[in-house]
């Protein structure tokens, strides 16, 4: 069974930069498919931050530009985020997620089908 | 960006109704089109990708239809379990990837 878990501070200042963590088990990030991160902000919907590759290809979210950075570790099966310059509009719960792609006969896709609990992040001096 | 709209953001439903959520897209997408379900405080739950491709352990009283630009989900006889938010993504190459505002099923 996949599981994913997310690590980190609760609590970040403005300007400062957030660093998370996600641990994975029951599957080998070196194995193949997307690693990346999704958030929420309090009682609104969710938001793609981005994703990377096994190899370390990035897919970044345009609308945080510079601010994002991932990075793989593929020796310790974890993959992280780092959210430079954060404000109140930072606020949210971060979920990790796998993004796995393919085709079943005429329909392709690309889904998040495992994801982490989620991780309360708020933004305050 | 590709915007998802769905509708409605909202419904009420009794237990064994039958319930449709749309989702449009602004451009057409093909079939890289995913719906999520969502219960408070838990995370996303993948229920259909690919449009109409059932996750292993879903309920088949949950489809998934469309192409294109224009997507549904049906929940064919409301269950307790189902009153949650519903969310559809799409994947398509062109990122970012995004999501609708969601649907909130409530008794």
């Known amino acids: 069974q996949v599981e994913l878990q997310e690590s980190g501070p609760g609590l970040v200042k403005p300007s400062e930069t957030l660093s998370l963590i996600c641990s994975v088990s029951g599957y080998s990030i070196s194995s193949g498919y997307y690693w990346g991160w999704i958030r929420q902000p309090p009682g609104k919907g969710l938001e793609w931050i981005g994703d990377i590759y096994q190899s370390g290809n990035t897919n970044y979210n345009p609308s945080l530009g510079s601010r994002v950075t991932m990075s793989v570790d593929t020796s310790k099966n974890q993959f992280s985020l780092k959210l430079t310059s954060m404000t109140a509009a930072d606020t949210a719960v971060y979920f990790c997620a796998r993004r796995v792609r393919g085709q079943r006969g005429e329909y392709k896709f690309s889904a998040n089908d495992y994801w982490g609990q989620g991780t309360p992040v708020t933004v305050a001096s | 960006d590709i915007q998802l709209t769905q509708s409605p953001s909202s419904l009420s439903a009794s237990v064994g109704d039958r319930v449709t959520i749309t989702c449009r897209t602004s451009q057409s997408i093909g079939t890289y089109l995913n719906w999520y379900q969502q219960k408070p405080g838990k995370a996303p739950k993948l229920l259909i990708c690919?449009?109409?491709i059932l996750q292993s352990g879903v309920p088949s009283r949950f489809s998934g239809s469309g192409s294109g630009t224009d997507f549904t989900l049906i929940i064919s006889s409301l269950q307790p379990e189902d009153f949650a938010t519903y969310y559809c993504q799409q994947s398509y190459n062109s990122l970012p990837l995004t999501f609708g505002g969601g649907t909130k099923v409530e008794i």
């Open positions: 690919g449009t109409s």
